[in-house]
């Protein structure tokens, strides 16, 4: 039997080799290419036939890794079994596996045209960006257990409970779509029933304290201020959607078809609205200020275009500003929080006149009945009002 570890480190790098292969025995070769270029190689015979396997280059795998990795390889030629093959099937198995990421990449791409908002997949991106991708986006999503989902959940539970349980349903369907393509065996670790019951309390017991954090209405002017020195799109939207009350999806997803900036009146089709109704929003003079500046930086028919060609601003853009602003805990969506109790506690607006302004449908039917007719004019009053309050200019400018 041929000795083991003939080399040396020393002589390796020593600039004495010539090319060709040096043995340092058990079937471990170092390759010298004319270029001095040096890489490993193992040697062996099977069936009368002589193969060799790359072990990679020196720069990349010592002395001591090539003669482990030569030894595992002696170790399964001693098991009977064929290294190459072993390889190959190794190769195969890990070109079949996916990482979570790629999991969900794959089903959003596959779902887009099946789902009626466009920006839907987007939405679904974005949260699992947010949210999951950092617990087990690059995991084998082979390997996602349920410890995992619940590193996700738990930090949001309590505080984000419609979020949580939207990433939680997000996460599941991923997971099904891959045990589906044999991805993954066993029990779904995102499934609710019977699972995530048992160790999460039910939304139903949370949401009540789950809410969207909202800016106390006094501080509106002063963030306004500051909103007003931040530079891009993404501040120009969000004073946008804090002046018309308008929803995130609403904002990101409106056109240049949608505006009248003769009339300042900013019309919502039916199928972007929650309430599937049409909705006029009056737009007051900072309003259109700020349309007349996004004119000049026209790309698409979006009013606020995204960093993509002829798309929208992500749905995350104006949340990823205010943390960038050192507003940790804010939410878009807490904006209409923040416009409804500064027009209920320091206004005359009656109250269908408010909710109207929010695009709430209004339950009492008279009160709908009234609205269809008359609160557009009384609705223009209120926003040029809130308009005056936010940039803290005297209600009297307003008028």
């Known amino acids: 039997m041929r000795a083991l570890n003939r080399l040396s480190v020393k002589w390796i790098e020593s600039g004495k080799r010539e090319p060709g ?3 340092d025995g058990g079937g471990l070769w170092l390759r010298v290419t004319p270029t001095k270029t040096r890489s490993w190689i193992f040697r062996y015979t099977r069936a009368g036939k002589t193969h060799d396997i790359g072990l ?31 390889r190959a099937a190794a190769q195969a198995q890990a070109a079949s596996r996916m990482t979570f990421q790629q999991c969900a990449e ?12 466009a920006k839907h997949g987007d939405q679904w991106a974005a949260t699992l960006e947010t949210y999951a991708y950092p617990i087990i986006g690059r995991l084998d999503v082979a390997h996602v257990e349920t410890a995992h989902i619940l590193k996700i959940l738990e930090p949001i539970w309590d505080k984000k409970n419609e979020t949580a349980s939207r990433v939680r349903g997000r ?34 017991k949370v949401k009540k304290s789950s809410h969207h954090e909202a800016l106390p209405y006094q501080e509106v002017g002063p963030f ?3 909103l007003q020195g931040e530079a891009g799109v993404s501040p120009k939207a969000l004073e946008f959607t804090i002046l018309t009350a308008a929803r995130t999806g609403e904002v990101i997803g409106a056109t240049w078809p949608e505006i009248d900036l003769e009339k300042a009146v900013w019309t919502i089709p039916a199928e972007r609205m929650k309430a599937k109704k049409e909705h006029r929003i009056p737009l007051s003079a900072r309003a259109v200020d700020i349309l007349r500046d ?19 601003l992500s749905n995350m853009a104006m949340l990823t500003l205010l943390k960038r602003m050192g507003r ?13 109790d500064w027009a209920g506690e320091t206004t005359n607006h009656p109250r269908e ?10 339950k009492d039917k008279a009160e709908a009945a009234y609205a269809r007719g008359t609160l557009f004019q009384k609705r223009r009053a209120l926003m040029d009002e809130w308009d005056a309050y936010a940039r803290n200019r005297p209600q009297a400018a307003a008028a």
Do not use: C
Request: net charge positive; glycine share 8%.
């Open 171 to 204: 996460v599941e369907r991923v997971l099904a779509w891959a045990t589906t393509r044999k991805l993954r065996k066993g029990d779904n670790p995102a499934r609710w029933t019977h699972h995530l019951d048992t160790i999460l309390p039910p939304p139903s």
């Open 294 to 312: 996004m004119t000049a930086m026209r790309e698409s028919e979006f009013v606020f275009p995204g960093w993509k060609a002829k798309t929208g």
């Open 224 to 226: 306004i201020q500051a």
């Open 21 to 23: 292969y040096y043995a």
């Open 328 to 340: 940790i805990g804010l939410t878009v969506h807490g904006f209409r929080s923040t416009f409804r």
């Open 353 to 362: 006149v408010i909710e109207h302004a929010m695009a709430h449908q209004l």
């Open 106 to 117: 794959k089903f959003i791409e596959a779902n887009r045209s099946g789902w009626k908002n």
């Open 56 to 86: 990679g280059a020196y720069l990349n795998v010592s002395l001591d890794r090539a003669r482990t990795k030569a030894g595992d390889l002696r170790a399964a030629l001693g098991r009977g079994d064929d290294p190459m093959a072993l």
